[in-house]
């Protein structure tokens, strides 16, 4: 069940203000007090000092609210905060500037002072134009029409066909915009759901959906957000299909588009951010170790920078997507025991931003995590951390549901609980990825594998092992069969089982050989 502290939004806005936004808030109440301003105060200072929030100790604090009460002054409270947030925020970010001045722009407007109203709109026009924020310049230009068409300005004779041309060249821009965001938002909405593509079924229809919505022109687009929303839609296209030679080449164009336009890392922070977690992703697909070492570091250097540390979800998301790439290269390297190093620190620091964190980065993290301790031959905790994922019921990633499960069943295997993968695992872990359409080649073999090594000497089992191995082996670069492969390293769990070796000594090995270090 989710604590308090994760559902009351009062809460959270509270406990995730810093030092300089709780003394602005002080000011800023005081500079208008009124009675019921002064109670706001005094419930602000005891949801504060919670560690979670309770109604009922909140009310033993306040003994000057009544319960009745209580509801009333939190949305007060919500609704001051917020007010006060944005007069402080209001130069942090060119939205933030511009909505200021068609504001402004809107109230001079009512004054009857259009004269002034449009000296602002022209101001506002230029900056949105520099920094291609196409959803304001069309509110621009329509408070330019209204104006334009109500009152007699300064109106040039080419003045109406300049804004119809203006409002006609952002419109078709927008469309064009609009469609491909949702069409980036619609493929990893469905990656977050079922994970990579399952089978032919899936391939087809995803192929068949892009081709359907993506705009004709595309590929000829110029524009930085049209792009910017090609590259993504075309990055969950290919990581979708795990075409990881595709998922790269538009990882870097995600990414160098933004070293080419740097005025706008400020403006799309969280964009840039995410380009640079999508581009070490994809270089730990293709184990381009050598550039996954670039990337972190360019990316740890970010993460230092003041534009990062400007907003709490800028600086959140690059801790998330630096340390999952940290434990990837762990696991890449096969530095298992290294790895696991960091995560008591790791969990606490995730304990401390919690509020912050969606369902799914926790339920990768879980899985990284319990991947760690698997392959640094600690069972038992890798199991205690897939039962987090297995007992959550979470609706999301039914992929990584159904690796959980099976590792959590190989788990038990190295642990030798014979009677309770017969009894009970390997049915319901069946049933489960059977009825989630998540059974390959790959976990065909380990099933039947399991089911027979339990009744045979040790001699056989190894024969059975060598032979589960080379059947796998075969199906190392087919691509739906594979799948597994992105959750899984089972070849290496297999060669160390049959060498009598760690998983840690023989991925280890690889990585020294690999061309790519």
């Given at each position: 069940m989710m604590s308090n502290r994760l559902v009351d939004p009062l809460f959270q806005l509270i406990h995730s203000l810093e030092k300089a936004e709780k003394r602005h808030f002080k000011l800023y109440i005081k500079r208008n007090s009124a009675k019921e301003?002064?109670?706001?105060i005094q419930l602000?200072?005891?949801?504060?000092?919670?560690?979670?929030?309770?109604d009922r100790i909140l009310l033993k604090k306040l003994s000057s609210i009544e319960k009745p009460q209580l509801a009333n002054l939190k949305t007060h409270l919500y609704k001051q905060l917020l007010a006060s947030l944005r007069l402080l925020k209001s130069n942090d970010s060119v939205d933030l500037q511009l909505h200021e001045q068609l504001d402004y722009a809107r109230i001079l407007y009512s004054k009857g002072l259009y004269y002034q109203s449009l000296k602002i709109l022209d101001k506002a026009k230029i900056l949105a134009q520099q920094y291609h924020q196409d959803s304001f310049l069309i509110q621009i230009i329509s408070l330019?029409?209204?104006?334009?068409?109500?009152?007699?300005?300064?109106?040039?004779?080419?003045?109406?066909?300049?804004?119809?041309?203006?409002?006609?060249q952002v419109n078709d821009k927008r469309k064009v915009i609009t469609?491909?965001?949702?069409?980036?938002?619609?493929?990893?909405?469905?990656?977050?759901?079922h994970g990579h593509a399952r089978n032919e079924a899936d391939e087809i229809g995803i192929k068949t959906f892009f081709k359907e919505a993506l705009p004709a022109n595309a590929v000829q687009l110029a524009g930085f957000y049209e792009r910017l929303y090609l590259y993504q839609s075309y990055c969950w296209y290919a990581f979708i299909r795990q075409d990881f030679l595709m998922y790269y080449k538009y990882a870097q164009r995600w990414f160098d588009l933004f070293e080419t336009n740097k005025e706008m890392i400020e403006i799309e922070t969280g964009h840039y951010i995410k380009s640079m977690h999508i581009l070490l992703n994809a270089h730990f697909d293709l184990r381009n170790f050598s550039k996954f070492d670039i990337v972190l570091a360019h990316f740890e250097k970010f993460a230092l920078s003041e534009l990062s540390n400007k907003h709490d979800i800028f600086r959140v998301n690059s801790f998330v997507y630096i340390n999952s790439a940290k434990l990837n290269?762990?696991?890449?390297?096969?530095?298992?025991?290294?790895?696991?190093?960091?995560?008591?620190?790791?969990?606490?620091?995730?304990?401390a931003l919690e509020i912050y964190l969606d369902q799914h980065r926790i339920l990768v993290f879980n899985y990284k995590i319990a991947t760690l301790y698997f392959g640094a031959g600690d069972y038992a905790t890798s199991i205690d951390y897939l039962r987090r994922i297995i007992n959550?019921?979470?609706?999301?990633?039914?992929?990584?549901?159904?690796?959980?499960?099976?590792?959590?069943?190989?788990a038990h295997y190295e642990l030798g609980n014979i009677e309770l993968i017969e009894s009970s695992l390997i049915?319901?872990?069946?049933?489960?990825?059977?009825?989630?359409?998540?059974?390959?080649?790959?976990?065909?073999?380990?099933?039947?594998?399991?089911?027979?090594?339990?009744?045979?000497?040790?001699?056989?089992?190894?024969?059975?092992l060598q032979e589960f191995l080379a059947k796998v082996k075969k199906y190392?670069?087919?691509?739906?069969?594979?799948?597994?492969?992105?959750?899984?390293?089972?070849?290496?769990?297999?060669?160390?089982?049959?060498?009598?070796?760690?998983?840690?000594?023989?991925?280890?090995?690889?990585?020294?050989?690999s061309p790519h270090r």
């Amino acid at each position: 069940m989710m604590s308090n502290r994760l559902v009351d939004p009062l809460f959270q806005l509270i406990h995730s203000l810093e030092k300089a936004e709780k003394r602005h808030f002080k000011l800023y109440i005081k500079r208008n007090s009124a009675k019921e301003d002064l109670k706001i105060i005094q419930l602000f200072d005891a949801v504060a000092a919670l560690p979670e929030y309770d109604d009922r100790i909140l009310l033993k604090k306040l003994s000057s609210i009544e319960k009745p009460q209580l509801a009333n002054l939190k949305t007060h409270l919500y609704k001051q905060l917020l007010a006060s947030l944005r007069l402080l925020k209001s130069n942090d970010s060119v939205d933030l500037q511009l909505h200021e001045q068609l504001d402004y722009a809107r109230i001079l407007y009512s004054k009857g002072l259009y004269y002034q109203s449009l000296k602002i709109l022209d101001k506002a026009k230029i900056l949105a134009q520099q920094y291609h924020q196409d959803s304001f310049l069309i509110q621009i230009i329509s408070l330019e029409k209204k104006i334009e068409t109500l009152h007699i300005t300064r109106s040039m004779t080419d003045r109406a066909g300049q804004l119809t041309q203006q409002a006609n060249q952002v419109n078709d821009k927008r469309k064009v915009i609009t469609q491909l965001s949702n069409l980036a938002l619609q493929l990893y909405s469905w990656f977050v759901q079922h994970g990579h593509a399952r089978n032919e079924a899936d391939e087809i229809g995803i192929k068949t959906f892009f081709k359907e919505a993506l705009p004709a022109n595309a590929v000829q687009l110029a524009g930085f957000y049209e792009r910017l929303y090609l590259y993504q839609s075309y990055c969950w296209y290919a990581f979708i299909r795990q075409d990881f030679l595709m998922y790269y080449k538009y990882a870097q164009r995600w990414f160098d588009l933004f070293e080419t336009n740097k005025e706008m890392i400020e403006i799309e922070t969280g964009h840039y951010i995410k380009s640079m977690h999508i581009l070490l992703n994809a270089h730990f697909d293709l184990r381009n170790f050598s550039k996954f070492d670039i990337v972190l570091a360019h990316f740890e250097k970010f993460a230092l920078s003041e534009l990062s540390n400007k907003h709490d979800i800028f600086r959140v998301n690059s801790f998330v997507y630096i340390n999952s790439a940290k434990l990837n290269n762990h696991l890449m390297q096969g530095t298992f025991k290294e790895g696991l190093q960091h995560v008591p620190a790791l969990t606490k620091q995730l304990k401390a931003l919690e509020i912050y964190l969606d369902q799914h980065r926790i339920l990768v993290f879980n899985y990284k995590i319990a991947t760690l301790y698997f392959g640094a031959g600690d069972y038992a905790t890798s199991i205690d951390y897939l039962r987090r994922i297995i007992n959550d019921h979470i609706d999301l990633r039914g992929d990584l549901q159904c690796y959980a499960r099976l590792l959590h069943m190989m788990a038990h295997y190295e642990l030798g609980n014979i009677e309770l993968i017969e009894s009970s695992l390997i049915k319901s872990v069946y049933r489960f990825m059977a009825k989630m359409e998540n059974l390959t080649v790959i976990e065909e073999e380990m099933f039947k594998f399991l089911r027979g090594s339990f009744q045979d000497p040790s001699r056989k089992v190894t024969q059975a092992l060598q032979e589960f191995l080379a059947k796998v082996k075969k199906y190392e670069k087919s691509r739906f069969e594979t799948r597994a492969f992105a959750y899984l390293d089972v070849i290496s769990w297999l060669e160390s089982k049959v060498e009598h070796k760690t998983m840690s000594e023989i991925i280890y090995a690889k990585y020294l050989k690999s061309p790519h270090r």
